[in-house]
Nanobody, 125 residues
Framework: QVQLVESGGGLVQAGGSLRLSCAASASTVSRYAMGWFRQAPGQERKFVARISHSSGATVYADSVTGRFTISRDNARNTVYLKMNSLNSADTCIYYC??????????????????WGQGTQVTVSS
């Protein structure tokens, strides 16, 4: 079982930036596709970004394209989500997730087999 631990959430003013980190158990980041999802109260968990394990190809939800950047550091076994130009709609719990060699769609939460505990991001206006 892959262990994932998020950190870096907090309170930020609208227009500000945050960087989330996801520390994974050994060799996860280089072998698993890694994704970020977010969930607001009363809503379903939604896809934010994904980075592939092989080429490092990235894909983003339309709502964050151009503002958020997903990256990974294989040596540190960590995945990051840099968030710029934050607004109130970005206020959510953010989750890191991983999947390995599945035919599922990267934007569906059910594709991912391992999840972190989540980190709260609150954007004040």
């Amino acid at each position: 079982q892959v262990q994932l631990v998020e950190s870096g959430g907090g309170l930020v003013q609208a227009g500000g930036s945050l960087r989330l980190s996801c520390a994974a158990s050994a060799s996860t980041v280089s072998r698993y596709a890694m994704g970020w999802f977010r969930q607001a109260p009363g809503q379903e968990r939604k896809f934010v970004a994904r980075i592939s394990h092989s080429s490092g190809a990235t894909v983003y939800a339309d709502s964050v394209t151009g503002r958020f950047t997903i990256s990974r550091d294989n040596a540190r076994n960590t995945v990051y989500l840099k968030m710029n130009s934050l607004n109130s709609a970005d206020t959510c719990i953010y989750y890191c997730a991983a999947y390995y060699k599945t035919s599922g769609s990267y934007y569906q939460a059910t594709t991912y087999s391992s999840w972190g505990q989540g980190t709260q991001v609150t954007v004040s206006s």
